[in-house]
């Protein structure tokens, strides 16, 4: 059974940083592609990075690019997504998801808040 994980979200002040995580198991991690996707209130999905695995390359919506880096750990099947200089913006549900077998997968998501 495939299962996605979120952790590490919170409240940050805007300028701080987070790092979330996503721990998989149920498939083949270090060669699957991974995405982080976030839902703010009241808006839709929005696609924020992926990464493939096997290959190492990295993708990054314009919105974020500079400011957070997509990682992943394959001895611990972990998926990161390290946010720095958070705005109000970035506030949002942040999903983790993998497309295995034309399947996707998502995890339940954790909360990010930028606030003062």
């Known amino acids: 059974e495939v299962q996605l994980v979120e952790s590490g979200g919170g409240l940050v002040q805007p300028g701080g940083s987070l790092r979330l995580s996503c721990t998989a198991s149920?498939?083949?991690?270090?060669?699957?592609?991974m995405t982080w996707v976030r839902q703010a209130p009241g808006k839709g999905l929005e696609w924020v990075s992926s990464?493939?695995?096997?290959?190492?390359?990295?993708y990054y919506a314009d919105s974020v690019k500079g400011r957070f880096t997509i990682s992943t750990d394959n001895a611990k099947n972990t998926l990161y997504l390290q946010m720095n200089s958070l705005k109000s913006e970035d506030t949002a549900v942040y999903y983790c998801?993998?497309?295995?077998?034309?399947?996707?997968?998502w995890g339940q998501g954790t909360q990010v808040t930028v606030s003062s």
């Open positions: 998801n993998s497309r295995i077998n034309f399947s996707d997968y």
């Open positions: 990464i493939y695995n096997r290959i190492n390359n990295t």
């Open positions: 149920g498939f083949t991690f270090s060669s699957s592609a």
